[in-house]
């Protein structure tokens, strides 16, 4: 780890509160979008290497949608394990903690990160994976690194729009933690990050 990673942390960090605290949710949306195109273009810790960065143009995302942001209970459900291996970090084990409800496009299970700092972790896979959106998924929540919407009590903001790929989508470099089946949902959620024509690698 390094200083640098600790910036990047801080300024993911930063550009989620202010997402928060915004007059308007869109408007949130676009400052969150702008911090994050230029922490791609130009912050040492970006996930694009060298090459990608000297062509990128910003990261390609669907127009916002008001009907894809929700502010959902988080419901309890069975306890229920899943262990990730990575490449670097080991086994990152997470615990199911509840389950979101987002009406017509189904459930989502809600995770806690099970080590040090825990935090809440939300990935999910959708009718678009493959296609226009990365094909083992996207995240929405992993408030350990900051991307957190916001909520009170036992409910979460999930808002669709802020979808965006995990690290893995850009280089290969990088292992991620997938959407487990509890994550995946048939239907196409036309909102958040998108892939640019080709991919990115």
């Known amino acids: 780890m390094t200083m ?12 989620y509160a202010a997402a928060r605290t915004a007059s308007d949710p869109e408007s949130g949306w676009r400052s969150w979008r702008e911090g994050r195109d230029e922490l791609f273009a130009s912050h040492p810790d970006s996930p694009l290497d060298e090459s990608a960065r000297a062509t990128f143009t910003g990261l390609p995302f669907a127009p916002y949608d008001p009907a894809q942001r929700f502010e959902v209970v988080v419901e309890p459900a069975a306890a229920q394990r899943l262990e990730v291996p990575t490449a670097s970090d080991g086994i990152v084990p997470f615990e199911r903690i509840g389950t979101a409800d987002l009406g017509e496009l189904g459930r989502l ?13 939300l ?14 998924g996207r995240y929405l929540l992993d408030t350990v690194k900051g991307a957190d919407l916001g909520g009170a009590g036992d409910r979460l903001v999930l808002d669709l729009n802020f979808a965006y790929h995990p690290s893995c989508t850009y280089d290969p470099r990088w292992s991620c933690p ?3 089946e509890g994550n995946r949902i ?8 998108q892939l640019p024509p080709g991919g990115w690698y």
Do not use: M, Q
């Open 123 to 136: 990935p999910f896979r959708d009718g678009t994976a493959g296609s226009g959106t990365y094909g083992a």
């Open 109 to 121: 299970d809600v995770w806690w990160l099970d080590s040090y700092g825990g935090g809440i972790f």
């Open 186 to 193: 048939p239907a196409p959620v036309a909102a958040g990050e």
């Open 4 to 15: 640098t990673l600790l910036d990047w942390r801080r300024r993911v960090a930063a550009l």
């Open 178 to 180: 997938l959407p487990p």
